[in-house]
């Protein structure tokens, strides 16, 4: 008789030993009391044992053993980002950053200063905008970038992605004139003569086609926003960036300079051909980067008013928003890819985009029955009284980005309406209706810290603390900490292997200055992380004061 296989990890010394710290293992919704320990063994990227440190020490300490004494602090499962865009983000932080300005003067401005150093012919892309934090609350136009691009061709992504607006430059770059029909999915903005005003929505983003990026600024811009995700405790990112961007973790891998473990997702739209295979080009095994699921759009954007809902916008009664697809070509997309055994993700963020997710996930589950496809909808914004309980029969995850509604709480009820108002953003009727629930922020639409987002779950209550959104909505800390770790680890098929800081699951955490399930819900917001693990490996160190 053979005898049994037994992990050399049982009995090896730990390569590191983390002790004096108030380690939360992970989260059990079931109890409000989940298990702390002091102490932490690490052997081979992974969780070798927990316990007290008298135990740890004596049992798994050996000559070469790395001692890390946590000085009291707090650490708990790194977090799993369920919805970021790497790339776009990387893009960002090389371009015009126009996260954050308050006024169409500061955006000019912005834009101004990166004409005035930027090469004759050179494009000018970028974005972050958001036109709802200005004055008046109007959309920029072309002639309002002509006016400070100096004849550069200009583009600039709002902050949702959804619209952009283009300068005169670009738009006849791409031929974009009154006579443009508008794209399916897509709409080109026009003044009451008929000229385009420099506002193009959803796949009209597509006409105007500023030149990639070079390699070199494609991985700077990857590298600078990898080391955003793990400098905001960020272990896991579930990200939808280019195939170029891809290749570029593929190469940081090789050179052991992949700082997070990534999920890359592959567009829902390719043929099918295509996406296969994309999805066999690396191994699914491998734990720090591979493919997962096909991500598709069914709408746009609340701040945007192109989410597809129900009914026209309380705020624009002649507007329901667009639509990305007609139900029967996604209902027979979703069929085809399902009987192959992708997972799909579908971004829907208006009740009626909600609707036609389910309706194409039933039918795939129709035609090709799986016991677990753990299917998706992204965002799930704003749902319909009845399809809570459709998430629920059918199995679908909601993916959602609690720090969205920080930015849309001061014009949400506007563009809803008391009634649609009362099932958007709504967390916790999801969990009340057993639907698995995973978080992320949409970076870099929000910044990729996952901590306003962990303050909004627990308080629905803008940063300022002078407004609340329907706070019958909200979480407790720890239905919060669970889904951003251990419900994002369900969502990508991982809950087996991480989220938890298990003997056997990977050593990815995060040592944090505050225990996030003692402080006030405001301090919260003021979390700095001191240190990020990724596989037993230190991604991110807080600098010492004094040190840059």
Do not use: C
Not at 364 to 374: G, I, L, Y
């Amino acid at each position: 008789m053979s005898s049994p296989i037994v992990s050399a990890q049982l009995y090896a010394h730990a390569d590191a030993i983390y002790y004096h710290g108030n380690i939360l293992t992970g989260v059990d919704l079931e109890s409000e009391h989940p298990e702390r320990v002091m102490a932490m063994a690490i052997a081979h990227g992974e969780v070798l044992a927990t316990g007290d440190n008298a135990r740890i020490i004596a049992e798994y300490s050996g000559p070469e053993t790395r001692m890390i004494d946590l000085r009291g602090a707090f650490v708990m499962p790194g977090f799993n980002d369920a919805h970021a865009h790497l790339g776009m983000g990387g893009k960002i932080l090389l371009s015009v950053d126009l996260l954050g300005v308050k006024s169409l003067a500061e955006m000019q401005a912005r834009i101004h200063a990166a004409a005035e150093k930027a090469p004759a012919g050179q494009w000018l892309t970028g974005g972050g905008w958001d036109h709802t934090l200005w004055p008046g609350g109007k959309l920029p136009t072309r002639a309002d970038v002509d006016a400070v691009a100096m004849g550069h061709p200009a583009i600039f992504t709002r902050v949702d992605g959804h619209i952009a607006v283009a300068d005169s430059a670009a738009l006849a770059a791409a031929g974009i004139t009154r006579a443009t029909k508008d794209p399916q999915g897509g709409e080109i903005d026009r003044d009451a003569e008929g000229e385009p005003t420099g506002i193009i929505r959803e796949t009209a983003q597509t006409l105007v086609k500023a030149p990639p990026p070079t390699s070199e600024q494609r991985r700077r811009g990857l590298e600078l926003a990898l080391q955003d995700a793990v400098s905001h405790g960020v272990t896991t990112v579930q990200d939808f960036s280019d195939w170029d961007d891809f290749l570029v973790y593929e190469q940081m891998e090789r050179e052991g300079k992949l700082p997070v473990r990534i999920a890359e997702w592959i567009p829902f739209a390719e043929p099918l051909s295509l996406e296969e295979e994309q999805q066999a080009h690396h191994a699914k095994t491998d734990r720090m980067l591979h493919t997962t699921m096909l991500k598709g759009f069914m709408d746009g954007s609340l701040g945007s008013r192109t989410a597809a809902m129900n009914a026209p916008y309380s705020d624009d009664p002649g507007n329901a928003g667009i639509p990305r697809f007609e139900q029967d070509k996604l209902n027979a997309m979703a069929v085809e890819r399902a009987k192959v055994g992708f997972q799909m993700g579908f971004h829907a963020i208006g009740d009626r985009a909600v609707e036609m997710a389910l309706d194409a996930f039933a039918a795939a589950e129709q035609a090709a029955p799986e016991k677990d496809p753990r299917y998706r909808i992204e965002h799930s914004q704003v749902v319909s009284a009845g399809d809570f309980a459709r998430y629920k029969q059918l199995g679908v995850i909601a993916s959602m980005q609690p720090s969205h509604l920080l930015s849309d709480m001061p014009w949400a009820r506007q563009r809803l309406g008391a009634e649609r108002s009362k099932y958007a953003y709504a967390w916790k009727s999801f969990l009340d209706a057993g639907v698995p629930l995973a978080y992320g922020t949409d970076y870099p639409v929000v910044p990729i810290s996952p901590f306003p987002g962990v303050y909004a779950s627990v308080t629905r209550m803008n940063e300022a603390g002078t407004m609340t959104f329907h706070p019958e909505q909200k979480l407790t800390i720890w239905q919060t900490l669970y889904a951003y770790t251990q419900g994002s680890a369900y969502a990508e098929f991982a809950e087996g292997w991480k989220g938890k800081l298990a003997p056997g699951h990977v050593a990815d955490f995060v040592v944090l200055d505050r225990d996030l399930t003692a402080v006030t819900p405001r301090e919260i917001l003021g979390t700095a992380v001191l240190r990020t693990v990724v596989g037993g490996r230190t991604v991110y160190e807080k600098p010492a004061p004094g040190r840059q």
